[in-house]
């Protein structure tokens, strides 16, 4: 067990498509909502959120209450299913069909390294940060106060850590001292409550994302709190008032792993990335 669980959105109205059951819908041969659920083929629980129909054995199924009451409403209904010790919660739209188990390792690792030291790692400047900037937690620096430059781990030598490397030259594995240039942390330094996807303009990708659970259930109270105890059509960025975000970009190779699919013309953009 690892504490890992993924919740599934899969319900709304599809306007777009004409009121189709849109997780449905082919993308490479396979239903949208079944390529999500492979990229969280390693979580301990999949709880899939509104009409699903025939789902892989284990996947357990949910309803927002009120039906069709939006995705933060259909959260709680999934948040509410998840086994005591979970710690982490993948939040992701069941209409990702190019959603990669190594794009949500990537969201995995990110969270992680927030919550692997007993300091949370400074902000960076949101304007002076760019990609080639290496978080402070990789630099010689950071290492302990009774540690020498000869005590640096070898990922986070000067040597091995040169201005200019970019996300490829993050290692795979799970630490602060392994933080890819890609992730920034949010809000003052606080440790960060999730971690998203951030597009090339900036924009969070709030329903491909990663949770600390005792975080999202606090934000789901909050919100509803602030709307007279109803989650009912509640906005998702509502849930990120006060949060501290890791907000990562994409450095994979491949298409974006949070273009989703709302109208037509979404769709036949998949089928082409994925051939």
């Known amino acids: 067990m690892t504490g890992y ?18 997780p449905a819908r082919a993308v490479g041969g396979r239903p949208m909502l079944h390529r999500v659920l492979d990229a969280v083929a390693d979580a301990d629980q999949r709880i899939v959120v509104g009409s699903s129909g025939p ?11 009120p039906p069709g009451g939006g995705p933060v ?11 005591p010790g979970t710690t982490t919660v ?66 986070a030598g000067p040597e091995d850590a040169p201005a200019t490397a970019g996300p490829e030259d993050a290692p795979a594995a799970v630490g602060p001292e392994d933080a890819p240039a890609a992730w ?12 998203c996807y951030v597009d090339g303009d900036g924009r969070r990708q709030h329903l ?3 949770w600390q659970v005792p975080a999202l259930r606090s934000a789901l109270d909050r919100l509803a709190t602030t709307r007279g105890g109803s989650l009912d059509g509640a906005p998702v960025r509502g849930l990120l008032a006060d949060v501290a975000v890791r907000e990562v970009s994409w450095s994979g190779s491949g298409p974006p792993p949070w273009f989703d699919c709302d109208t037509d013309e979404d769709v036949r953009r998949a089928e082409e990335w994925t051939r």
């Not at 669980?5 to 849109?22: E, Q, S, Y």
């Not at 692997?116 to 302990?144: C, F, N, Q, Y």
């Not at 920034?184 to 971690?195: F, K, P, Q, V």
């Open 73 to 83: 409403a259909a959260t709680a209904a999934g948040l509410a299913l998840l086994d």
């Open 90 to 155: 993948a939040v992701l739209a069941a209409d990702l069909p190019l959603l990669t188990t190594a794009a949500v390792a990537e969201l995995r690792r990110a969270l992680a390294a927030c919550h692997s030291r007993d300091d949370p790692p400074p902000a960076l400047d949101a304007a002076a940060a760019g990609p080639e900037d290496a978080p402070a937690t990789a630099g010689p620096e950071d290492a302990p106060a009774t540690a020498g430059p000869e005590d640096a781990p070898a990922t």
């Open 5 to 22: 669980a993924a919740i599934l959105l899969a319900g709304g109205a599809a306007r777009r498509m004409g009121g189709v059951d849109k």
């Open 184 to 195: 920034r942390e949010t809000l003052d330094g606080r440790s960060a409550a999730l971690a």
């Open 55 to 65: 789902l892989p054995r284990g996947v357990r199924t949910a309803r927002e209450e």
């Open 208 to 210: 491909c994302a990663l």
